[in-house]
T-cell receptor, first 113, second 114 residues
Framework: GEQVEQLPSILRVQEGSSASINCSYE??????FPWYKQEPGENPKLIID?????ERKQIQELIVLLDKKAKRFSLHITDTQPGDSAMYFC????????????FGAGTKLTIKP | NAGVIQTPRHKVTGKGQEATLWCEPI?????VFWYRQTIVQGLEFLTY????????DSGMPKERFSAQMPNQSHSTLKIQSTQPQDSAVYLC????????????FGHGTKLSVL
């Protein structure tokens, strides 16, 4: 089955700077790549996703890049704020009508004031 | 809409006991997923159902774990002969059931095996 690697596991950045999280996947058939944010004591929530027919997607301060050839995708948070501190999970879907989503191990992002 | 409801929120069992975890998906969602979350492993896929039928159980430990979805309004995850390494947060999620759609997670059941 699909395997998703996520790095770094811990990330600390200064408020106002950018944060980047990188993921790679193995199955070239994967065609959907969501990102989930989990705040302490809360459940994971979808924040942005990208499909394989796109290379870049932006929602406000969130930018996702997808390189299908290299089987890599990344999340970039620009102008980070304290509210961005959380766990972030990248994921990939198997496609072909299989809704199973495989998650990376997570990145704990801390925004330093 | 109350979202995905999981009960209980916390469960403490002794080693060797059975644990049953319950999940009520969002009404109208046809796909239900179970994940296990630990600090070390992150979010591990266990199994999922579509229209109550089991589709993929590739993440389920074969011997002691089982999941069912007897009707469209609830699913259960049963762990027999619980072991300390089963301690984790078990998350249920539902989606519309169309491929590549957003998962809505419950708040999870924190299982502690003493």
């Amino acid at each position: 089955g699909e395997q998703v690697e996520q790095l770094p596991s811990i990330l600390r950045v200064q408020e106002g700077s950018s944060a980047s999280i990188n993921c790679s996947y193995e199955d070239s058939a994967s065609n959907y790549f969501p990102w989930y944010k989990q705040e302490p004591g809360e459940n994971p929530k979808l924040i942005i996703d990208i499909r394989s027919n796109m290379e870049r997607k932006q929602i406000q301060e969130l930018i996702v890049l997808l390189d299908k050839k290299a089987k890599r995708f990344s999340l970039h948070i620009t102008d980070t704020q304290p509210g961005d501190s959380a766990m972030y999970f990248c994921a990939a879907s198997e496609g072909y009508g299989n809704e199973k989503i495989t998650f990376g191990a997570g990145t704990k992002l801390t925004i330093k004031p | 809409n109350a979202g995905v409801i999981q009960t209980p929120r916390h469960k403490v069992t002794g080693k060797g006991q059975e644990a049953t975890l319950w999940c009520e998906p969002i009404s109208g969602h046809s796909a239900v997923f179970w994940y296990r979350q630990t600090i070390v492993q992150g979010l591990e896929f266990l199994t999922y159902f579509r229209n109550q039928a089991p589709i993929d159980d590739s993440g389920m430990p074969k011997e002691r774990f089982s999941a069912q979805m007897p009707n469209q309004s609830h699913s259960t995850l049963k762990i027999q002969s619980t072991q300390p390494q089963d301690s984790a947060v078990y998350l249920c999620a539902s989606s519309l059931g169309v491929a590549n759609e957003r998962l809505f997670f419950g708040h999870g059941t924190k299982l502690s095996v003493l």
